[in-house]
């Protein structure tokens, strides 16, 4: 049985229009899917071609009750930016490539494909959408609610009222929606500053003349919230190229080297919360993770700590493994494209971290 087939009475259950999608190419695997109810969808998962789908598409707007927000980066940063500019919603969604949608109660919008300047984010008012959990083969890979379920459908809330709008002066912000128009304007307003202090005086400059006067304290600490973004280079609104962040340091710095790359990732993958960490080449390679030989995982690690990437704390010996550790700091080279990376963990570097 296909996704569609085990899936789809789920949906119906929760009321929603599902019908069958072709994962690989992102297109109906139906003609009239814009019809399509929870009936159909029972009887579409009942016909062996169509049941047999890798994914559940979902239709936006009145038919369904859902607007989406797509998040079409695959970046922590850009997901917190979007769920400070929507509004909070218990339905988030994981895409198979690692980006994000956030789904809300329909309020009459439209569909707006990038309806924002250079930022990747579609409103999803209509149309279709790829839902949990279809599966991508191309990728290895399937779509997961990230936090909620269908049992939340009941409970999302609308997107801001003021959130498909630009950034408006502050004399017409109101009470209800100060926090987010101060926060995208000291995020849009921060890489004109020096510093944090900088960018607090310009948010307490701008918020001087709200209707309804917020506290000192809130326009700290959302002016320190956006400085945190700008400060790890992972402000991104109003830009159109990103500044060059961590991931792009790490592939840039490895690119001529695939294994230690793909070796580094891994580790990080598995280690990057831990003090110190133990690399065996023989038994690593013995248990196939990754599923190299003894010695392509010694070159790699060699790699690594040549390049300033890990540091040895102890040797390896006849009876233990060497234990090593991340850099506090990393190699800054490479260029500036549009690659939205997410940071690890979502934490700052200020320790060493952790390798496999």
């Known amino acids: 049985m296909g996704v569609f087939a085990q899936h789809a009475d789920e949906y119906a259950a929760a009321g929603l229009p599902a019908f069958p999608v072709d994962t690989i190419y992102k297109r109906p695997a139906v003609k009239g899917w814009q019809k399509a109810s929870p009936r159909l969808a029972r009887t579409w998962s009942h016909v062996e071609k169509l049941g047999n789908a890798d994914g559940l598409g979902i239709v936006m707007g009145k038919p369904s009750g859902i607007t989406e927000i797509d998040v079409d980066a695959a970046s922590e940063a ?37 309806p924002f300047p250079s930022q990747p984010i579609d409103v999803l008012g209509g149309g279709y959408t790829i839902a949990p959990p279809s599966w991508r083969e191309d990728l290895g890979a399937t779509y997961v609610f990230r936090s ?14 003021d959130a498909l709008g630009q950034e408006r002066a502050a004399q017409s912000v109101q009470a209800g929606e100060r926090n987010t128009h101060l926060w995208r304007h000291c995020m849009t307003q921060a890489r004109h500053c020096d510093d944090v202090e900088a960018l607090i005086d310009v948010a307490a400059s701008w918020a001087s003349v ?62 990057s919360n831990k003090p110190q960490f133990a690399i065996a080449p023989r038994a690593m390679s013995e248990a196939g993770s990754p599923p190299w030989s003894r010695q392509r995982i010694s070159q790699a690690r060699d790699i690594l700590l040549e390049r300033d990437f890990i540091e040895q704390l102890s040797a390896p010996c006849r009876r233990r493994s060497g234990l090593y550790r991340f850099r506090v700091f990393w190699p800054v080279v490479g260029n500036n494209h549009y690659t939205p990376f997410p940071p690890l963990n979502g934490q700052e570097r200020t320790e060493g971290r952790a390798d496999h």
């Open 148 to 161: 909620g379920g269908l049992g939340d459908i009941g409970n999302l809330p609308t997107i801001r009222p």
């Open 78 to 114: 850009w997901l917190a930016a979007a769920v400070e500019w929507f509004g909070e919603t218990p339905i988030v969604i994981g895409t198979a490539s690692g980006k994000a949608k956030l789904w809300y109660r329909h309020n009459g919008e439209g569909r707006h494909i990038r």
């Open 210 to 271: 709200l209707p309804a006067p917020l506290s000192a304290a809130e326009i700290e600490r959302t002016a320190r919230s956006a400085w945190k973004y700008e400060a790890k280079a992972l402000n991104y609104l109003g830009r159109r190229k990103p500044q060059l962040n961590l991931g792009d340091s790490i592939m840039d710095a490895l690119i001529d080297k695939p294994d230690a790359l793909a070796l580094h990732q891994y580790l990080l993958r598995w280690h």
